[in-house]
């Protein structure tokens, strides 16, 4: 597979989607929570379930579907698109289960650890410069991890869970030749006959939502609009991440956590320990030396200057 031509700019269209699509899932834990019962895996599999169909009839009301089905006979990008799947239901899963257990506080720092994930990628497989502000910033997160590990006494693996499938997720969708809606129809394709059985023998087995008796319509509805509540941020992210650089992409992921670590302790009560304030404070720290860059040009060191520029 050829390595992609590093970006120099952003296009304005895609810092847009970004934006909608981080704003959208900053909010979306109070959707999510009306669904606390719904054990993870279960509200995973509907996700997908309903999210392939909106995708389908999106992609035949826009004209795309042939360029869809052509894309999806092509064994590079199904192979791609399959890993991205499973990456990014790995992540719902993790982030529903943060919702389930009270644990938002945690999943919104791995959003905050996620831009160290895209700034390694960007630098490593993107040819994306890393100046010494921006080495300073990641430095700062990986202190503000450690003190988390330090402080609370044990392993965040809801927060590098979140980080790193997340990272990854946006690191091989931006290899993917497919536009956002269409790339996201047949990665939701991609599983749907799994997710479908499971649902199915959920509800033979009197486990699932559907399960006989259970006739709250209303709740089931709103169960099905999980298709659309998934789908378009998903897309909205994908086509932003075709647009913009790896690092841009990291800097905006902090308006996500930020709206969702402002409603875990003032909308749903979580406590906001003292060990978080280290961490928090060490990742904010992060973001505001981060943001001085456009105002500070930091050189790289001489014997790296070749290696360091695009």
């Known amino acids: ?167 990854l997720y946006g690191f091989f969708r931006k290899r993917a030749p497919v536009e956002g809606l269409d790339g996201l129809l047949i990665e939701s394709a991609l599983l749907f006959p799994i997710v479908l059985g499971l649902v199915a023998w959920w509800t033979s087995t009197g486990q699932g939502v559907y399960r006989s008796g259970n006739l709250d319509l209303t709740r089931h509805g709103l169960l099905v609009l999980s298709g659309p509540i998934t789908a378009i941020p998903l897309a909205l992210f994908a086509a932003g991440a075709r647009r913009i650089r790896m690092s841009t992409m990291g800097f905006l992921q902090y308006l996500a956590p930020s709206i969702t670590l402002t409603l875990a302790v003032f909308g749903f009560g979580e406590s906001f320990s003292t060990a978080d304030t280290i961490t928090f404070v060490c990742v904010w720290a992060a973001l505001a030396v981060v943001a001085l860059e456009g105002r500070f040009k930091a050189s790289p060191p001489a014997g790296d200057a070749a290696k360091l520029e695009r």
Do not use: K
């Not at 109070?30 to 997908?48: G, K």
């Not at 390694?120 to 910033?137: N, P, Q, T």
């Open 1 to 167: 597979m050829n390595q992609p031509a590093p970006q120099t700019h952003d296009d304005r269209a895609g810092v847009i989607y970004a934006v909608c699509a981080y704003a959208a899932w900053g909010v979306l834990p109070v959707y999510w929570r009306i669904f606390r019962d719904v054990p993870p895996l279960e509200l995973t599999a509907h996700r997908l379930l309903w999210c392939a169909p909106f995708a389908a009839i999106v992609t035949l009301l826009r004209g795309h579907m042939g360029r869809t089905l052509a894309a999806a006979c092509i064994p590079r990008v199904t192979a791609t698109l399959l890993l991205t799947s499973v990456l990014i239901s790995c992540n719902w899963l993790t982030y529903l289960h943060a919702i389930e257990t009270d644990q938002l506080i945690e999943a919104s720092l791995g959003y905050y650890i996620t831009p160290l994930v895209s700034f390694a990628l960007g630098f490593v497989f993107f040819g994306e410069r890393m100046s010494r502000i921006r080495v300073a910033g990641i430095a700062l997160g990986v202190i503000a991890l450690a003190s988390q590990v330090a402080v609370i006494g044990h392993f965040p693996w809801i927060a590098l869970t979140l980080a790193f499938s997340f990272g």
